[in-house]
């Protein structure tokens, strides 16, 4: 009993060296304004195994955002910071199509709008136009990086074309800006043009191909799992 359980043990050892593993691809690019942007993704080597899994995901990056809103009117008001990345086009050369048959990345899911509510007391007495007093007629928003994140696990109808050499590209095209509003009158703003950033990883499950020296070791698990069967039925 004592010595079937220890190889039961070794076929469990065995078994865990046979997991599927995981191989990711990262790349970044500076993401242009109102211009295409285009990263590549390695494609899955075929030599390490076979695939069972594609996760892939896009996100765009905005980042060095800063708003200034000043109240110019004699009554307090509100005056709202925005910062916005539109995405008006995404393509991946690739199918992305999700087990469901959807698309993984919709161009939406990369978009960014974001905001910022202030209360302005009243006017400083500073000059009409938009004067950066520091005072409680004035605000600035300056949120950090902002992010659009949009992927998903990939139908196996689609697995073929994430494999061999070389890479896959995918493109976008986006304008970022940064505005504000005001719910009154002589309210003035200062933004800026924030940096933009592409980035894409692609995540491939696969069960490996076994090591030469494993071989030998399968065989010998099948054949003790063999006898073992035998000995039962006995």
Sequence with gaps: MKKNLLIIAALLLVAGTLQAATVT??????MANDA?????LSKFDVALG???????????????????????????QTGTARVQNLVNHFSVENSVLTPSFGQAVQLGDLQISQSQAFLLQATGADPLGFTPTGGSDYAIWTPGTLMGVGGGDLSSL???QYQGSGSFNATIHSIFSTTATFNGTDGY???NTPSGAFD????????????PATAPLMALVAAIGF???RRFIA
């Design 200 to 211: 894409g990883t692609v995540t491939y499950t696969y069960s490996p191909i076994p090591e």
């Design 158 to 160: 689609v697995f073929a």
């Design 189 to 191: 703003f200062q933004g």
């Design 36 to 40: 295409d942007t285009t990263i590549g």
């Design 25 to 30: 691809y990262t790349n970044t690019s500076a």
């Design 50 to 76: 076979t695939l069972t899994g594609v996760y892939i995901q896009y996100r765009t990056l905005v980042s060095g955002v800063s708003v200034a809103v000043d109240n110019d009117s004699a009554a307090e």
């Design 227 to 229: 006898l073992i069967r």
